[in-house]
C-alpha cells in the first residue's frame, strides 16, 4: 500500500497534459498502417457491436449478488468515501478562477476544484452501488446536475483549442480535452451504473446528464476531424499526436457504446476511434517504446488497452486485436522501463517514482499472455489500497472491483530483467543480474530532442545502486503555462545542462527533432553491456563540437560502470563542463573522487572516480516544488566537472562503483 494521498493524485493527473507543440509526431512519411480499423468498418461493426440495453460491461447497482459479494475491505473503503462526500459543498468554480491560467499562469488552483468536484461524484455514486439503500442519490444528483451546468468540462490550460483562444470558454464552440473526455465518461458510467434509481429524485438528472454528453462529447467528435489529438490532419503540425489520443478516445468510445442507442451511427463512433488509433500506432516503432516515459504509459499504451478492452467487451470477445504484435510490444514497455519498486526509467516530463495501475498491468499482461507483465502488474496491485484515495478513472475503478479476487491470487514479483534494448526509441538498460536487485544498473538514451514532454536530454544515462537512484532524471517541476509555452527551455528542469551531459563553451543543447544522436549501437553478453552514440548533432552549432562519441558500459563481473567521452571540436581553447544530476550527499574523500550517499540511496553508496585535471564543484537546489519534493524527498544537487581548456581532440572517462 502506498502512502499517496488525493492531492498527490490530482497533482498527477493534471501532469499528463501535453499542447500540441509538444506532442510526439511520426516521422515525414510514417506509413498509414490501419492496425486497427482496416477489419472492422462501421457496417461490419454495426453487425457485431452489443446493444446498449444487451452489453453489461460491469455489474449495475441493481445487480445486488455482484456488488454484496465485493471483496469487505474494498466495500468498507467505499461507503466510507460516500459517507465523507455525502452532504459535501460543490466548491464553486467561478469565472476569475478560471482567468487564473490566463492572467497568471497558474493552472493549479482551479484543477483542484474541478477534480475535487470529479471525485466527490464518483465516491457518491460507488457508495450507492455498494449499499443502495438511496441515501445517495440526492448528492448524486447535485453533483451530476452541478456537473452540467459548467460552462466547460475541460481545464483552462487547455483552452487554446478553441478558436477564441485562452481565457474563457466559448459555450457556442465546445471543445473535447483531456478533462471533458474524463467528466462526459464520469457521467455515462455514473448514468449506466444507477438507471433507472436517479429517477427517484428527478427523471430530468438522467435526461440532462444524456444531453450535455452528447452536446459536448459525442456530436463535436463525430463532426470534427480537426482536433490535433485526433491526428486527423495533413502531414504538418495537426498530425502530432500523443497521450490524448489514446486516453480521450477511450473516453468518447465509453460514452458512445453506453449511451448511442442508435446502432449505425455508434458503430461510426467506434471505427472513427479506430481510424484516430491508428494515427497513435503510426507514430510507434516496432519497439513499443513510449517516448513519453512510463508515467505517461499509464494514460499512452494503457488508455489504448481501454479502448481495445471496451470494444473486447462489447462485442463478446469478437473484436480483439491483441495478436498484433505492436500491441504486445507497447504492453510490455512498463516493465522494461522499471528499475526496481516503484523506480522506474523516466524520460521527459515523467517522474523516477511512480506506482501504474496494478490491476490493468495484470490485465494486458494477460491479454498478450506475458507472464512477466502480469506478475508486475500483480506486484503493484497487491500493494495498492482498496481505498478510492487511489483514484483513478471509474471505469477502471471498476475493472478493478470485480477483478479483485483474481489479482489477490495472482503470482506477484518484480521482473527485473537484465537487459532493456529498444532501437526504434533509442533506449537501453542493463542492471548485473537477472531477476536481482543487487548491483549496479544503468539505462541511457539517444533519440532526439523533438519528443513528446521533451527535455533537451540526448544521451543522457542514469545510475542505480541496489535498485535505489544515485545519478539521477530530475524530472520537472509543477505544470505552469509557461512549460507548455515557448519559454518552456528556460526552465532549468529541460535543459541539458541539467542532465548527466557536457556542457561546450557555455553552450548546452538545443529543442528539436533535427538535434538527434547519431551512430547509435549497443551490444549486450553475459560479461557486460555496451551503448555508445554521437550526440554533437544534439548542440547547435555554436557549441563548436564536429563529433561527441560517448560510449556507457556495464561491467558485470566487476560490477563497475564506465563512461567515455571521446570528442572532436572546432576550434581550439574550449572549456567544458560535466554536469551530474544526484538527490543523494555528495563528499570529497580524496582527489579525483566523489562520493554518493544517503537519500533514495538508502544504506547503498556509490564512488565516482574522475580524470585528473576535473575541477570538482557541487551546487545544490533546494527541493521546494511540491512534485520534485514528492519523488527526491530533499534537495537537489548538480556535480560539475569542468575543464577550463581542452584539446581539439580529446577524451575523458567516469568510473562509477559501488562503495
Known sequence: MHDWNRRDFLTRTAAIAATPALAQRPAAGAPRRQLLSGAWPPDRLAR???????????????????????????????????????GSRWQPLPA????????????????????????????LVLAECVEAQGRFLDDIANGIWATCEETFWGVPAHLDMQKRGTGLPDVTEPVIDLFAAETASLIAWSIYLLGARLDAVHPMVRERGALEVERRILAPFRERDDFWWMGFGDGTARDRVNNWNPWINSNCLTCALLMDRNPE?????????????????????ADGGCDEGPSYWGRAGASLF?????LHSASAGRVQFYSV???????????????????????????????????????????????????????????QSADPEDEKSIGRQLATLFDSEVLRRAPANQPLIRDVWMPDLQVMAARRREGSREGLYLAAQGGHNGKSHNHNDVGNFVVYADGRPALIDVGVETYTAKTFSEDRYQIWTMQSGYHNLPTVNGIMQAPGPEYAARAVSYETGDAGAAFSLD?????????????????LSLDRTRNEIAVRD????????????????????????RQGEVRLSGGP????????????????????????????????????????????TVPVHGERSLRILQA
Open 566 to 589: 571521446a570528442w572532436q571540436l572546432s576550434q581550439p581553447g574550449s572549456r567544458i563542463a560535466w554536469s551530474l544530476m544526484t538527490a543523494c550527499e555528495v563528499a570529497q574523500p
Open 535 to 551: 550526440i554533437a548533432a544534439a548542440y547547435p552549432r555554436e557549441a563548436g563540437l564536429t563529433k561527441w562519441i560517448r560510449t
Open 96 to 123: 476569475t478562477l478560471f482567468l487564473e491560467y490566463a492572467r497568471t499562469g497558474n493552472r493549479s488552483n482551479f484543477e483542484r476544484v474541478q477534480f475535487e468536484r470529479r471525485s466527490q461524484l464518483r465516491e
Open 48 to 86: 457485431i457491436l452489443l446493444s446498449v440495453d444487451d452489453w453489461k460491461p460491469f455489474p449495475a447497482a441493481s445487480a445486488r449478488d455482484a456488488w454484496q459479494t465485493l471483496p469487505g475491505a474494498a466495500r468498507e473503503a467505499l461507503l466510507a468515501a460516500g459517507k465523507r462526500s455525502k
Open 325 to 383: 504484435p505492436l500491441i504486445g510490444e507497447i504492453g510490455r514497455y512498463i516493465y522494461r522501463a522499471h528499475v526496481c519498486d516503484d523506480w522506474f526509467l523516466n524520460i521527459g516530463d515523467g517522474p523516477a517514482r511512480m506506482q501504474p495501475d496494478g490491476d490493468l498491468v495484470l490485465r494486458y499482461g494477460k491479454r498478450i499472455d506475458d507472464a512477466r507483465m502480469q506478475n508486475l502488474g500483480a506486484y503493484f496491485g497487491q500493494r
Open 306 to 310: 481501454d479502448c481495445l478492452e471496451l
Open 265 to 285: 451511427r455508434r458503430a461510426r463512433t467506434a471505427h472513427k476511434t479506430l481510424r484516430s488509433l491508428d494515427r497513435f500506432l503510426d507514430a510507434y516503432g
Open 601 to 644: 540511496l538508502g544504506s547503498a553508496s556509490v564512488r565516482l572516480l574522475v580524470d585528473e585535471g576535473l575541477a570538482v564543484a557541487v551546487e545544490e537546489i533546494p527541493a521546494e516544488d511540491p512534485r520534485l519534493r514528492s519523488v527526491w524527498g530533499g534537495p537537489l544537487r548538480r556535480i560539475l566537472l569542468k575543464a577550463e
